[in-house]
């Protein structure tokens, strides 16, 4: 009897919000994915949207989408890779962006390393790392800590934990939020952080409102932008900015 090999676990880079794919994800990747008939997906809605820009070129109800996010318990991962174990190669869609980045398909990931199969990044937009490579930061020392606690207190201690971090270690903080609370995130970060820390945030990437903003905190009090409701990334130095010749005083 002859055993079939594994497929193969595709990690799809999606758009990091409704747009035109073709600016942000290569032409071969789009092949790949047009080739896929089964997807894993946090959200299998916003999948079956994201599917639709690249135009698979056959009905949407014929793809098969899995649920898997926060709330999927770890018994049920083998059971989503069971077609994969039975030679199916598949596609990990993240919600935008890379996915297994703060993201639940990290442990379909591991699993499938455990189960011997193999797992294959494609190329496309991580919004952490488009927003530091145009932060101007530290980018040789970073670490990415997803979401910070949401209440007030809690969070305060948090930030006030990675600017001590970031000034011992000359290592750049980069955190998300969830964008309808992106405003309290914001004005935690004005009232704890030292006047002369730096913060970059980094505002609907890719998109048309984009917007990467780097600045002192104490110039971030006297201009503070309305961030609700948009996708961002934050990221704060605990040093002064290094002024290169002729620059602006």
Known sequence: MTTLAPGTLYLIPATLGGGDADAVLATGVQDRIRRLDYFIAENPKTARAFLKLIAPGR?????A????????PAAAIDSLLEPVLA????????EAGCPAIADPGALLARRAHERGVRVAPLVGPSSVLLALIASGLESQRFAFHGY???KPP???QAIRALE??????????VFIETPYRNPQLLASLLG???PDTLLCVATDLTLPGESVRMSRIADWRKNTPDLKDRPSVFLILAERLRRLPGAAK
């Open 59 to 63: 009905p949407l109800q014929s793809i």
């Open 65 to 72: 989408i899995e649920r898997l996010d926060h709330n999927t």
């Open 87 to 94: 030679g199916c190669d598949a596609g990990l869609i993240s």
């Open 148 to 150: 910070l606690p949401v």
């Open 154 to 156: 809690a969070r305060d």
């Open 164 to 173: 001590s971090r970031s000034r011992k270690n000359r290592e750049t903080q």
């Open 192 to 194: 704890v952080c030292s």
